[in-house]
């Protein structure tokens, strides 16, 4: 007999297609003869047995040497059910893996005629002989399609249709796991040998490799990628404050990722309460989010994860005793039917709730899957408190505003007519004094003099608060202002008690803000009146004046080399009257104030940094406006 070579087969991409090798039909074993021809047929017997085992062990090194130095799984699967056709002499060979998931193996490569057909089908496990197989881990081995008992009257019907007579079919293992299942079918009655299911057994542990390497390679693939949306995901988060559009993101981005799983997200409403399902994606869009029955907190395995404090998993919600439903929500996911949930809990201090994902009945979901929702879940958690905080901060800031509001106008109007009875006692006190100076003995001159220098503290005072009052209500829109030139006016206002103590003015550079020029004086005026006013007995009186600039905003300071304030009092003198005791000078406790207010009214903020006896310098920062923004309205801010 000749002995066949095995032709090279190609290292990846697309299969080979394996010698054909010789019909078992001449290797009768049954033949009759001389006894020097049953030697000479023993012999050839012997040598086609040897011929044979050399070529399957030839393939099988081709297929191990393929395997390792392919990346297409498919190319490989192709090559396996061409080998196992030809070496059992089969008609018709196929190839189905198994995915876990969907609990399916579907057939991905078959060859021999007609066989086209069967490519994409699910085999089911405990179903038919494949699925027989998944279940049992075992072969199936029958060379009577049509009678075998094992088999149901479907499967018959189906051989008859079909022309079946045998079927091998073989487990693809990988220690206890299941991978997919490989078998051959004969049309014509062949029996099939031990070394045929052996040999059928080899190919399928090279499958079992094969499937195994693709599976690592689409995982650390899918991991990658599923890290980079991740970490995208995270990007556009942080700067979203909208507590809906994070919603959308967050289930759009999983839908998308976690290969269009349904996901929902559940939260508990404001104040405690119910569990609603608040935004969905897959199925869980639009009305069945609407129709979604609300939960208790400890219901459903939404209930049962923020329980556990961790991610919780069920493969039939309906059938398991842990999770707990109210008959309202068990008819809600009755009309869904039935699922299988994970669901990873949403914790922070404002937020309680769960990202949910959903599978058909009876389905399973990885760790990776499980591992990658957690990470969602720890985004999504933070993003919704960052939004609620924001929405919340915005109320608070609405409010106050309002109250401001109100509060600007109290004052205005109780200033306003505090000024008039404060004028008569002004006016009153200086008649008595310039007309009846002769009858006034010189104590009562004295206490008239009293009366007038605190009627004129007090006139200060209600100027000053009616100043305070009309920030708020500011209805001029901003311009440009040349802060330098601003500094000009004040340093010119002050200039008599300058020259007086010889106080040295040093400025440095000086931006052009945007805002309202009566409001950038006053802001100067009372921050460089005070390092004017606080100086102290310092013989070298100093004052510098400049600006930083920050990119989007300048930050401007105002140092003295004065008295300066104990780090305790830094806050305090903010706000409205708030005076130091220990110095003797003149003033309302109104002027920081306003100068906080106008500043805060543009966006901006201020502070002081100094210590007793050390200085002060007083900082406060003016955002810079954006290009194609030039008629930025000033805010009434508080
Ligand atoms: P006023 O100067 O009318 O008292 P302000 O609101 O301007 O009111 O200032 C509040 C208080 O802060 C002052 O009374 C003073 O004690 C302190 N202060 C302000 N500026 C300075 C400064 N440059 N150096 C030391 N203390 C200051």
Known sequence: MKTRHPRSIRRSGGSAKPPAIAPRATRNLETPG???ATVAIENARLHADLAEQRREAELLSTITRNLS??????AILRTIVEYAKECCGSDMAFIAPYDRARQVATIVASVGTRTDVYMGVDIHPGKGIGGKVLATRQPFVTNDYLHDPRLS??????AQQEGFVGNMAVPLLRQEDILGVLWVVNRTPRPFMARHQAFLTKLADQAAIAIHHARLYREAADQAQRMRTVAELGRVLVSTLDESRVMELVVTQAHETLGKLDIGIWLQEVGGGRMRLVAGRGQFSGPLVQRAEPMEPDEGVVGRALAEGQPVWTSDVL???RIRLRPASRRWIEEIGGRAILAVPLIGEHVVGALVAYRPNGAQFTDDEVEYLSVFASQVAAALENARLYAESQRARAELQ?????????????????????VTIQGMAGLLLEEYRAQVPEGAARYLGRIQANAQQMEQLILDLLALSRIGREGRAATAVNVGEVLDDVVAELAGRIRERAIQVVRGELPTVWGIRTQVDQVLSNLVGNAVKYLGD???????????DRGTFVECYVRDNGIGIDPAYHERIFEVFQRLKDVNVEGTGVGLAIVKRIIQTHGGRIWV???KGQG???????????AGDPSRECSSGN
């Open 69 to 74: 130095s392919s990346l297409d799984p498919g």
């Open 616 to 626: 002060a310098t007083f900082r406060f920062t003016w955002p810079m406006p954006t």
């Open 538 to 548: 310092t013989p070298e009186g100093r004052v510098e004046v400049g600006a930083i």
């Open 609 to 611: 940094e100094s210590a």
């Open 319 to 321: 059938q398991d005793s």
């Open 402 to 422: 309002s109250k401001n509001a109100e509060l600007d106008t109290f004052v205005y109007s109780v200033s306003h007519d505090l000024k008039a009875p404060l």
């Open 34 to 36: 001389q006894p020097a």
């Open 153 to 158: 009257r479907d499967y018959h019907a189906l």
